[in-house]
């Protein structure tokens, strides 16, 4: 919504080329993301608290906040069976790739970077994959593409040309 500065979240519906708005809120309301089985949406909003995650039924009702343990959280992306949660956290100045189940228990932050964004989960939901930046300046400001096994904790780089950047990875 241009007029009053914010964003809402919409579905569209490409059979009739119609969007609905779920979200009207005078938040900004970003990064939806459906449920595997198409129930509900989790998205990061900035209503309350800073910019937290919420996820409500795919029609837009019962919007419930899901992070609780502070800082800004974005981005967030259900596992292939739902039952969890990958996102973006800011916090004392370090980027987090984190994971949570849908009703906001037991947060677990899964790497710490300079910068780190994009998580996406592989099709088998055990790994995530994402971007880092392990510094500001020289070689270490070059973003990287990372992959984290959830289970075990082990971090490795995805191998890319050393001189050039990589950001916004998805699995095929």
């Known amino acids: 919504d241009i007029i009053r500065g914010n964003s809402d979240i919409c579905k569209m519906?490409?059979?009739?080329?119609?969007?609905?708005?779920?979200?009207?809120?005078?938040?900004?309301?970003?990064t939806a993301s459906y449920s595997p089985d198409g129930?509900?949406?989790?998205?990061?909003?900035d209503r309350d608290a800073g910019q937290q995650l919420y996820i409500m039924d795919a029609d837009g009702d019962n919007v419930r906040r899901i992070s609780v343990e502070g800082g800004a959280y974005s981005t967030?992306?259900?596992?292939?069976?739902?039952?969890?949660?990958?996102?973006?956290?800011?916090?004392?100045?370090?980027?987090?790739?984190?994971?949570?189940?849908?009703?906001?228990?037991?947060?677990?932050?899964?790497?710490?970077a300079y910068s780190a964004e994009g998580p996406k989960w592989s099709p088998n939901g055990r790994y995530i994959i994402y971007s880092k930046k392990r510094g500001r300046f020289g070689r270490k400001s070059i973003?990287?593409?990372?992959?984290?096994?959830?289970?075990?904790?082990?971090?490795?780089?995805?191998?890319?040309?050393?001189?050039?950047?990589?950001?916004?990875p998805d699995w095929v």
């Open 13 to 30: 519906n490409l059979a009739t080329n119609t969007a609905t708005r779920l979200t009207k809120n005078l938040a900004i309301d970003t």
């Open 39 to 45: 129930k509900y949406i989790a998205f990061a909003s």
């Open 76 to 112: 967030p992306v259900w596992s292939p069976d739902g039952n969890l949660i990958a996102f973006t956290k800011i916090k004392s100045g370090k980027f987090h790739i984190g994971v949570m189940s849908p009703g906001g228990r037991g947060e677990k932050l899964l790497v710490s």
């Open 143 to 168: 973003p990287r593409l990372y992959i984290i096994d959830i289970t075990t904790g082990f971090e490795f780089e995805v191998p890319t040309p050393s001189s050039e950047g990589a950001t916004d």
